[in-house]
């Protein structure tokens, strides 16, 4: 049997102590427990020639309680400790944007390296010490070049088509997934259906139209930076 001595008031009291591990929703925990059994003196120096091989332990102190017991967290070098995979190995875990997410908030210093090896042999790469995903800096890249591509050509002012999937807002702009541009209409008006506000840019005839899965054709414009201001347009 262990012991621990704590402190209460006057007197150095000695407590059974004892441990045990326990799982809880895939974490582990660290249940100690504490009995009073007895007070030893008033005198740290007698407590200590009573029980010179029995530590002091703070969280004795000033217990309301005969019985008592603390919970820790105890944190696996090879498991997740947290979040919806708490207790799951990492080499079992195929959640790879979970496992960075997981590396740069929550592991330690000892967990890192285990984590590191898995992502880096799945597309993830480590940039200013932070894990980030190989596929999603090509995705970006993708999308600047097309981007670039998509302004080299408007640059020279040739009219072009462009399919609307929604409503322009209501500050007469949308943004183009596919061009990368932000199409902003000079002439529109704002309209709303059901309490839904949008807008509905004005063409040649002085007339606004729903443009929402439609396409159509901007043969006039000017653009700055990835704005395209467009002056005129037609349904294609």
């Not at 925990?29 to 009995?35: G, I, L, V």
């Not at 875990?93 to 799945?122: G, H, R, V």
Request: hydrophobic share 30%; charged share 30%.
């Amino acid at each position: 049997m262990e012991y621990r001595i704590g402190f209460k008031g006057k007197y150095y009291k000695l407590f059974e102590y004892k441990t045990e591990n326990r799982e809880d929703y895939g974490r582990t925990y660290k249940y100690e427990y504490y009995k009073f059994v007895k007070v030893i003196s008033m005198s740290k120096e007698k407590t200590i020639e009573k029980y010179p091989d029995v530590p002091f332990d703070e969280f004795c102190n000033d217990r309301k309680y005969s019985t008592f017991y603390k919970r820790t967290l105890v944190i696996k070098d090879d498991k997740f400790h947290c979040g919806k995979y708490a207790g799951k190995n990492f080499e079992m875990c195929e959640d790879y944007d979970y496992m960075m997410w997981f590396y740069n908030t929550c592991a330690n210093e000892t967990q890192k390296p285990i984590i590191e090896s898995i992502l880096l042999n799945n597309n993830y790469v480590i940039i200013d010490n932070i894990m980030v995903s190989q596929a999603k800096i090509d995705l970006e890249n993708d999308k600047e070049n097309r981007k670039n591509k998509t302004l080299e050509k408007l640059e020279k002012g040739l009219p072009f088509i462009v399919i609307f999937n929604g409503n322009i807002h209501t500050d007469g702009t949308y943004f183009n997934k596919q061009l990368q541009v932000t199409l902003s209409f000079e002439k529109y008006r704002t309209s709303y259906w059901d309490d839904i506000f949008y807008g509905m840019p004005i063409d040649s005839n002085g007339n606004a139209k729903r443009i929402k899965g439609k396409q159509i054709m901007i043969t006039k414009y000017n653009v700055n930076n990835d704005i395209v201001s467009i002056k005129e347009w037609r349904f294609a």
